[in-house]
Structure formats: C-alpha cells, structure tokens
C-alpha cells in the first residue's frame, strides 16, 4: 500500500499582500494535481526503488514544501500514478512547482524537470511526466574546458564525470594536492580537482584547464524570437516584455536554484507567474544568427518561450585569440596574429604579424564592427607586411561573428573570413 506524506504549511506574513494586522488569514483553496510518472526506456526499476511526488511553493519568504507523497514501489514498474493536493491562497504572489523522482537508497536516479503550476486551476491532471536520467537533468559541479564541457560529481569514494554523453565512474586516488578520481581500470582517464579548476584527462587526451562555470546572476538578459520577448533580472525583480512590446509585466523575483548546468529563476505575482532555466550552452538568435553564452527556456503564465542569454562580448573577452587563417589562405609559418578584447574600452588590440595594433569594436543585436585601427610602425619582410595588410582589410569588413562547435571564433564580413583559436600557451 502507498505510504502518503502530507505537509501542510502555513502562509508566511510576508506573502499576504493586502492583509491587515488582525489576525485574519487569508482565504485558502484547494489544489489537487494527478497525473503518472512514466519513461520509454526499457529499463525495470529495483523492486526496493521509492517514487516522490513534490509540490512545492516559492514566495519572498523563500521555498516551501506544500505536499509530499512517498510511493514505495515494491517491484511495481513504470507508469507510476500519482495524485497531490495542497492548500493554496488565490492571489498571492508566490509560485507553484511540482516535480517526480524514484530514488534507491538515499540515491536519486530518475527525475523529472520541474513543472510551472497554474495554482487558480483547482485541478489538474498533467499526464504523463517522463522521469529523466539524474545524469541529464540535477548531477553534478559544470566545468568549462576549452570547448568542452562536463559535470563532475563524488560522494565519498566514488565519483563521476559526464562528458559529450559519456559517462566515466571513478574511484577516489592517492594525490598530493587537490582531489583525484580515477576512472575503474583506466589509469588515463581521470579528474584532478584544485578548487575551481580541474585537470581532466580522458582515455590518455588532456583536455585543457577546466574552470567551474558560475551560474548566471542578475543584472542578466535574455531574448528571443518569434513572438519577440525579453526578460531582464535586476534589483530583486524579473521585467518582462512579451509579443514585441505589447505586453509588460515586473514580477518580484524568488528563490534561485542551480543544477548541473542549468540556473532556474522563479517570479510572480498575484496574477503572473514565471519560471527562467538558464543552461551555460552556446546558443544563436533565430533570426540574426548573432551568438550568445546561454540556451533560456522561459515559462510565463500558460506559455514556454525558447531564447538566448547573457551577453555576447562573454564569449570574446576573456582571452587572446590567435588567428591561423585568413580567407581560406592559412597564415605564414611562424607568424602570430592575435586579437584580444577589452569590454570596457570598446578596443581591441594585438600583433597585426608585424605591428601591434588596436582598433574600436562595436557589438549589437545584429553583429559585429571593427573601425579605427591603428599600428605601430615597424618595417618587417614583405610577406608578413601584406599578410598584415590582408588581416587589417579583412578585419574593417568584418560584420558578423561565431563560435563554432570546435571553439573557433570565425570572423566574416564583406572583404572574406579569418578563423582564430583561444591562445592556449601557458602564462608566462
């Protein structure tokens, strides 16, 4: 039989905007929510496996259990039914979740995404929610290497690494300094951590120095298409603009939450309710094209809009890119072309192949300019000058940039292309 867990929690004051001070509570209704959890893989649950069903409240007194039910499963197998039902205030200005899992032991191994509830609605049946591998969805510390990027997580002994859809299980090793897991039975594949950086070797190649990815955090932007929409998180609040202007809404921002390599932002009103996940993943403009560091996918009331976030300079500034083609030519052995931005200036600067150089830069929605360049004026042999002068045109057409899947910033525009890499020398 079903062991249910009810957990009723009162109202804090602070979300009982409009209340006067004597000692009336605010009217309450109640929410039932049912629906099954279920996942298409052929995969049997271990018959000791427990589900959970959470709802769960968000408001500017933090994050709430509303209702729990624990179902132990006891060999019983996929779709799991379920039903919830809570008390809820109409009209407070708070935020509903409910999310599944099936746990063994105290491990989590299935999950569900959380899902944005609609509390006005009385009942709801959401269907059927796909359990999700925890590996996808709520696993591990993100780390950025280079072009690449994995998750990282250890519980005592044992450890795991994520990487392209791999998944490595190690076992903690002997290290001077830092924390060193191992893969089982492969000594070249391990993860070396020291701090916020990371060491990791996969199958004997060394990807470059991981660095942790911090979360986004407000001031942050976001946008998309198709309707237009953005959302800007500042000063304790979301602003959001829908249907290319027609709709404005500012909603008090909640509890923020960070798993594996997404951020998820909750806000809402009386009226309005929001949910923001943020995953640190490139992400292009439908309809310009221009590259920025964040995939977003926004909740707000009844709709789920797909956009970009963060800032574009985030993903050139930062380091030195060191240029190895110009228009499909290549570049002269042994020469260096670099281009290094600086946000605050508005210049960019760096060795032409000869000279060094800097010149203005400007970003907007659509792209990417170069103007003003000047160098210094150092004679050198023939070729690299004009190679110089090839990289100056190129650089003053230049309109338009990207990242591409190997890391590459590409630089195009109307006199040709040039293609250039993060320097990967070590420091001097």
């Known amino acids: 039989m079903n062991t249910v867990r009810i957990a009723m929690l009162a109202l804090g004051l602070l979300a009982l905007a ?9 009217p309450t209704e109640s929410l039932r929510v049912q629906g ?11 018959p000791d496996s ?9 408001d500017a007194t933090g994050e709430h259990v509303e209702a729990a039910l624990d179902i132990p499963l006891q060999g019983r197998q996929v779709p799991i039914p379920f039903q919830v039902e809570a008390s809820v205030a109409p009209g407070a200005a708070a935020a509903y979740e409910l999310r599944g899992s099936v746990t063994l032991g105290e491990n989590a191994f299935r999950i569900t995404r959380p899902l944005l509830l609609d509390p006005s609605a009385g009942v709801l049946d959401l269907g059927m929610l796909r359990l999700l591998p925890v590996d996808e969805v709520a696993f591990g510390t993100h780390f950025l290497c280079g072009a690449e990027d994995l998750l990282f997580g ?4 044992t450890g795991r690494m994520v990487l392209n859809g791999q998944v490595f299980d190690l076992v903690r090793a002997p290290a ?3 924390v060193l897991y191992r893969a089982l039975g492969q000594e070249t594949t391990f993860f070396h ?3 916020k950086e990371a060491l990791v070797e996969i199958e004997g190649r060394r990807l470059p120095t991981c660095h942790q990815a911090e979360p986004p955090a407000p001031p942050f932007r976001a946008r998309g298409q198709e309707p237009g929409w953005n959302v800007t998180l500042a000063d304790g609040r979301a602003e959001v603009v829908l249907d290319y202007g027609q709709q404005r809404v500012s909603l008090p921002l909640f509890a923020t939450s960070s798993e594996g390599r997404v951020t998820r932002f909750r806000a809402a009103d009386g009226t309005h309710r929001m949910a923001m996940d943020v995953a640190r993943r490139q992400c292009n403009d439908s309809m310009s094209g221009m590259p920025y560091p964040y995939v977003v996918a926004l909740e707000f009331d009844d709709r789920v809009l797909a956009g970009c976030g963060g800032e574009a300079i985030d993903l050139l500034a930062g380091r030195e890119w060191v240029v190895e083609d110009l ?22 600067f760096g060795r032409g192949s000869c000279n060094r150089y800097n010149a203005g830069f400007s970003l907007t929605g659509e792209g990417i300019s170069f103007s003003g ?20 045109r190129l650089l003053a057409g230049v309109n338009r940039f990207d990242i591409d899947a190997t890391g590459a910033l590409r630089l195009s525009g109307t006199a040709g292309t040039m293609k250039a890499y993060p320097d990967t020398r070590p420091s001097e």
């Open 18 to 26: 409009g209340c006067q001070a004597t000692g009336d509570t605010m």
């Open 36 to 46: 099954a959890l279920t996942y298409p893989e052929r995969i049997a649950l271990p």
């Open 50 to 58: 427990v589900a959970t069903v959470e709802l769960r409240r968000f």
């Open 154 to 157: 250890a519980a005592g002994e």
């Open 176 to 178: 001077a300094s830092g």
């Open 193 to 195: 951590g020291k701090g």
């Open 327 to 348: 228009d499909g030519g290549g570049i002269i052995d042994r020469s260096r072309i670099t281009i290094e931005f600086e946000p605050d200036t508005g210049r960019v």
């Open 373 to 392: 360049a000047a160098a210094t004026m150092m004679a050198c042999p023939e070729a690299l000058m004009d190679q110089e002068q090839k990289f100056f």
